[in-house]
């Protein structure tokens, strides 16, 4: 059976190329042909580490196609992936408009049985929406099953959470949905998990904003260590060996940003509340996270007092280590808070220099370097702000000789605060002396 995957984002392409991997024969979809002719050529318009080998692979092999040719590629299909956007819209809910679109078109093209799958992230009940504008705008009453299966994937490890997950959670109401979807994930054997519809919705929201709990949860925590002796990695360290906490998204820090956990806590808060569940816990813990960056700032504050004219290297722009995407970056808030202040700031990241020109064009309160060397040039201060891996192996003794002043604020503990201060440095981390 032909699937189609409708959306090429990050969720879109790592499931049209993870399932052709899979053995399957698919056909990646988007109305963007500008798009569709670039990822053709093997070539993914996101960096991700792996993604293209793995388009490459598979379009050699002529299982996976791409088309700007939607209505084509559903005719196609027995099986279609939905994988377009849900954004926030401005009461914080999602935005269910793309989604909406695509079913109609499904619709229109609803030439035989097929099962629509939602693989975006979508509010509790969204399958009944698509169900009746499928059954309002299809001709006639050809047959079709709506069913959920959430994607987990992380952006900077997405290939290899969509080829080898921990878990695979289908969500179906007829046995022949249930059927299609189990063969389509067979290598996985007992990973896969059949739930209902409205479980399977469920899950995804529920799963990420627990994980932005637990993050929020530990940056309450280092706050805590910061007046008191503990020190908040030992900290975790000490929960984490607790199987029932566990030490995954335990560190604490600048907070969560990136396009799902920020968005997707405020859309589970208003999915509760408009059903009159109170959801305080998760507006908490969202408060916790906005205060993030001031925290931080203050810090820099602390070192600098006065930050105006202030040259100051900043490491790190992109949202997390590994991808170019900066929406809902930390980097973003520090960068607005220290150009109001009148810093001079010098930025560096490996990925992500290209898509924050797009947000703070090159100034000269804003100048983008080649490398953290060039950013820390006559700096007073140095400002890590995302952890890439190539920082923690930085020469930090020749970074100090060609700093103005020796002050590191730390916002992803990178450092080990003894030896940074033995080299010379000021040293400012979170929930750390
Ligand atoms: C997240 C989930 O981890 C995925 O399972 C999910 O599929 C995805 O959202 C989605 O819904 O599409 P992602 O946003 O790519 O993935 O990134 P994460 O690795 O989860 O990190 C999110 C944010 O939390 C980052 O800003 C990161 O720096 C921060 N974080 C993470 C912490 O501050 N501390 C931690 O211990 C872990």
Not at 67 to 92: L, M, N
Not at 95 to 108: L, N, P, W
Not at 250 to 268: E, T
């Amino acid at each position: 059976m032909k699937i189609a995957v409708i959306g090429t984002g990050y969720v879109g392409l790592v499931t049209a190329a993870g399932l052709a991997e899979f053995g399957h024969t698919v056909i990646g979809t988007d109305k963007d042909s500008e798009k569709i002719e670039q990822i053709s050529r093997g070539t993914a318009p996101i960096y991700e580490p792996g993604l293209d080998e793995l388009l490459k692979r598979n379009l050699a092999k002529g299982t996976l196609t791409f088309t700007a040719d939607v209505d084509g590629a559903i005719r196609d299909a027995g099986v279609i992936f939905v994988c377009v956007g849900t954004p926030q819209d401005e009461s914080g809910r999602a935005d269910m408009s793309q989604v909406e679109g695509v079913s109609r078109t499904i619709a229109q093209n609803l030439n035989g049985y097929k099962v629509i799958v939602e693989k975006s992230t979508v509010p509790v009940k969204t399958s009944d929406w698509i169900k009746r504008i499928i059954t309002l705008y299809r001709k006639g009453d050809t047959p079709f099953d709506v069913a959920s299966n959430p994607e987990f994937l992380r952006e900077g490890s997405a290939v290899s959470d969509f080829l080898e997950p921990d878990r695979i959670i289908v969500g179906v109401e007829s046995d022949r949905a249930r059927d299609i979807l189990v063969r389509i994930y067979k290598k996985f054997g007992d990973r896969v998990v059949v739930t209902n519809i409205d479980t399977a919705e469920l899950i995804k929201h529920a799963s990420n904003s627990f994980l932005a709990l637990k993050i929020s949860y530990i940056n309450m925590i280092s706050d805590l260590c910061e007046k008191t002796a503990a020190d908040v990695e030992q900290v975790a360290f000490g929960m984490g060996r607790d199987p029932r906490i566990g030490k995954e998204f335990l560190s604490a820090g600048l907070g969560y940003g990136g396009s799902c956990f920020p968005k997707d806590i405020k859309a589970l808060t208003k999915i509760g509340e408009d059903m009159g569940v109170n959801m305080d816990l998760l507006k908490e813990a969202d408060r916790v996270n906005h205060k993030r960056t001031a925290v931080f700032v203050d810090k820099v504050k602390r070192a600098l007092w006065i930050l105006k004219d202030k040259r100051i290297a900043v490491l790190g722009l992109a949202f997390k280590p590994e991808t170019d995407d900066i929406r809902e970056a930390s980097s973003i808030k520090i960068i607005r808070e220290l150009i109001k202040e009148g810093s001079v700031l010098r930025l560096y990241d490996p990925k992500a220099m290209d898509n924050m020109k797009e947000v703070f064009p090159g100034s000269p309160q804003v100048v983008y370097c080649e490398d953290p060397f060039q950013a820390a040039l006559d700096a007073n201060a140095l400002l890590v702000i995302t952890e890439w891996a190539e920082f923690r192996t930085l020469d930090l003794a020749r970074i100090k000789d060609i700093m103005a002043n020796p002050i590191i604020v730390d916002g992803r503990n990178m450092f080990e605060p003894g030896s940074v201060r033995k080299l010379g440095f000021e040293y400012y981390s979170v929930g750390r002396k």
